[in-house]
């Protein structure tokens, strides 16, 4: 089964910018849907953006205009390019994988926004 690793967390000042990368064990191209999700202390997971094969990318709303999430199926990996970090954005990421036959999560990178 194809694992998913995530990368490039770590503590950033607010408005600074960082990229979150992942990078699956195997192909991706077969999976429909691939997504950030977040989750800030206390809080439930939320989606971040997500890309479908051959469609737009969709934001949440807190992100629209800062983040932007990029697929590449010849390097098995999707990135998520953040900019203008806020407080609020501080959370552990998480990668997903989704076809109608499989879900896969990845572990998960802190991503801590602080002055």
């Known amino acids: 089964q194809v694992q998913l690793v995530e990368s490039g967390g770590g503590l950033v000042q607010p408005g600074q910018s960082m990229r979150l990368s992942c990078t699956a064990s195997?192909?991706?191209?077969?999976?429909?849907?691939m997504a950030w999700y977040r989750q800030a202390p206390g809080k439930q997971r939320e989606l971040v953006a997500s890309t479908v094969t051959n469609g737009s990318p969709n934001y949440a709303d807190a992100v629209k205009g800062r983040f932007a999430i990029s697929r590449d199926n010849a390097e098995n990996t999707v990135r998520l390019q953040m900019s203008s970090l806020k407080p609020e954005d501080t959370a552990v990421y998480y990668c997903?994988?989704?076809?109608?036959?499989?879900?896969?999560w990845g572990q998960g990178t802190l991503v801590t926004v602080s002055s």
């Open positions: 195997g192909s991706i191209a077969s999976f429909r849907v």
């Open positions: 997903k994988a989704w076809s109608p036959l499989a879900e896969i």
